[in-house]
Each structure stands twice: as C-alpha cells, then as structure tokens.
C-alpha cells in the first residue's frame, strides 16, 4: 500500500524554466510534509517543508505548495539549473507517528541546457 | 548544522559473515535514529527506529534478529548485519532527528555488498 504516491518517475526541464514536481498521499493523518534531493549512493538531502497548518512555504528558488482537500503536494524550483538534476523524494509523517517518515517513489529531474 | 556521517560508506563481505554499520550525529544529540535500505531504482524503506537507551522498533517483515540495533548513546546508532547472505546486499541509510523539529537529517549511506 503506497500511501505516498509520485506519479511522475522523471521529469525533463529546461535551464532556466521552472520544475514542478508532484506528489500525492492517502492517509489523511499525514500533517507534516518534507522534499528531499537525492544524488546516486548518497544520503538524501533535506531540501524543504510544510505543515499541514499552511498551503504553501518558500524558501530561495524552492517552494511547496499543499493542497490538503486533495491530498496533493507540489514542489517548483525556479529557475531551474543543471545541478538539480537529481531524484526527488516527498516525505511525509503523522503527528503520533514517532516521526517516521514514509517515502514516495521519486521523481528523476534532468536540467538540459 | 545538522550533520549525519556514516561508516563505511562501501563494504564487501562474504556470505555467513556479519557486518556493523555506524550512524552518527556529528553536531547534535539525537534521541532517535532511523534506519532505511534502498534497493536500486526503488524508493527508502524504513526498516527501524533507534532510541537511545532503550529498545529499537522495527517495520513489520524487518527482521530483529537479522538486523540488530544500538543506540548507545546520543550521537551513534549501530546497524549489524547478521549473518549476510546476498539478498542483504542493498544501500543501507540513517537518518537522525534534529530535537524539537519533525525534519530527519540523513547520512550518506552504506553499500553492502555480500558475496
């Protein structure tokens, strides 16, 4: 049962342009919401986050937008460069929960020139 | 801030033998860790969370056994694999929570290897 969903394994964006990447989750305890960015045999790393209290947090080129009736989150970079080019992972956890967090599949993002 | 380090990075082990894999929080205390494996093109699985000082819980199907756990103190969780066979080769990460946020931080991860 994938209770968090990205439906887009990959997504191809030019330089400059902006990045929308989505996700989707099921259980309605989820309250806090989290983007990660992952290279090849590394670590992910913690890009930004949102509450379930608010609809939408920015920070630099990075912001997220949740959608809490749909159940559907967003991430847009803008502009886009070549170093985002990585597998970005949407997280997500309950209030309760230990703070585990359950992991959607990722989106592969390439940047073109 | 908010560094979490990982030891080995890459190791290679013959089947039968087991393998210890350290987690730790370099510039603050964590109270709990996590442990997650990824195989290749597939998402992080949670397989554990850490406490220290006390027992580690475990995902359903994670074996305790298999996958044996210590926190030890506030800045290192362990992870040994018991007796690897070659199904256990996999990337094996942790995670730690920053005290009095809900955002994990996670180390580089490990390449287990078993022959």
């Known amino acids: 049962d994938q209770q968090v969903k990205q439906n887009s394994p990959s997504l191809s964006v030019q330089e400059g342009r902006i990045s929308i990447l989505n996700c989707d989750y099921t259980?309605?305890?989820?309250?806090?919401f989290l983007w990660y960015k992952k290279y090849p045999a590394e670590g992910p790393t913690f890009l930004i986050s949102i509450s379930s209290i608010k609809d939408k947090n920015e920070d630099g080129r990075f912001t997220v937008f949740l959608n809490k009736s749909a159940k559907h989150l967003s991430l847009h970079i803008v502009p886009s460069q070549p170093g985002d080019s990585a597998v970005y992972f949407c997280a997500a956890s309950a209030q309760g929960g230990g703070n585990k967090l359950t992991f959607g599949t990722g989106t592969q993002l390439k940047v073109e020139l | 801030g908010a560094v979490v380090s990982q030891h080995p990075s890459w190791v290679i082990c013959k089947s039968g033998t087991s393998v210890k894999i350290e987690c730790r929080s370099l510039d603050f205390q964590a109270t709990t860790m996590f442990w997650y494996r990824q195989f290749p093109k597939q998402s992080l699985m949670l397989m554990a969370t850490s406490n220290e000082g006390s027992k580690a819980t475990y995902e359903q199907g994670v074996e305790k056994d298999k996958f044996l756990i210590n926190h030890a103190s506030l800045t290192l969780s362990t992870l040994t694999v018991t007796s690897a066979h070659p199904e256990d080769s996999s990337f094996y990460i942790c995670?730690?929570?920053?005290?009095?946020?809900?955002?994990?931080?996670f180390g580089p991860g490990t390449r287990l290897t078993v022959l």
């Open positions: 995670s730690a929570n920053l005290q009095s946020t809900d955002t994990q931080y």
């Open positions: 259980n309605s305890m989820f309250d806090y």
